[in-house]
């Protein structure tokens, strides 16, 4: 009887790590997220979180922009992590905040999902 629910156990530990992310070993090249001004001005982005990817690889903005990310996983548990701006964005929630620095900042999955977690990147361009 032990033996049955170790292994009942073992098997529900995999299933669960296996289905962090899931997905195929597609890849896709998408093109950069079109930025929409919010009421307050800011401009606003849906950053989509799926299989190994996410929806656009940059996101362009000016310098000064007042900037409001909203990560939407349609796929497995992700969030983001905006190197250079230490600004993290959860599941199905919103950051905002000011781009006041210019250069290449990249943006990477921060949670652990699977074999692919390595390939979420994208970059943030403040011009």
Do not use: R
Request: with cysteine; glycine share 10%.
């Amino acid at each position: 009887m032990k033996k049955w629910l170790g292994i009942s156990s073992l098997m529900l530990a995999l299933a669960l790590v296996a289905s962090g992310c899931g997905g195929s070993g597609d890849k896709k090249e998408s093109a950069s997220s079109p930025a929409v001004s919010d009421e307050a001005g800011a401009n606003a982005i849906t950053l989509e979180a799926k299989n190994f990817e996410f929806n656009t690889k940059e996101i362009k903005v000016k310098k000064g922009d007042k900037v409001s990310i909203t990560l939407k996983n349609t796929q497995g548990n992700h969030a983001v992590h905006i190197e250079g701006y230490d600004k993290t964005i959860k599941a199905n929630a919103t950051v905002t905040f000011v781009a006041d620095k210019a250069g290449e900042f990249n943006f990477i999955c921060s949670i652990y999902c699977g074999k692919g977690h390595d390939d979420m990147v994208g970059k943030l361009i403040v011009e």
